[in-house]
């Protein structure tokens, strides 16, 4: 399941969620706003790509690997430096499946990334 949202979220609501007794395990990648001497950023979708890019990701994914399950929300908005940015959850009856899988989502959506990020910089 795929999640683009203004709010916060919480890592343990996602795992909840997603167990079931054909999960051996997770593999969880939590992105946070660096502090690249900057105040925070600004994300915004590109409205008509970023469902379809999306969807297309996790498609390849549960084709590719072992997985049960996946999971992932991307933040938009203003987000201050320390917020969480993108998380992506991925559930296999064994860890290969969910590590792979798990890398290769974050790789795709860095690659085809379907936002503007603009950097909101420091007051001085």
Known sequence: MIKIQYEDFSIDDAVG???KGSIGGFAIWLG???DDNIKGLRITPIDKLTDKVFNEIEDEAFKRFDVDSVDVIHRIGDLPVGDNLLLIV???PHR???LDACT???EE???RFPFEKEEIPKDD
Request: aromatic share 6%.
């Open 17 to 19: 969620t997603m167990k």
């Open 32 to 34: 946070i706003v660096r």
């Open 90 to 92: 991925c559930g296999a």
């Open 96 to 98: 290969k499946g969910a």
């Open 104 to 106: 290769f989502i974050l």
């Open 109 to 111: 959506i860095k690659e």
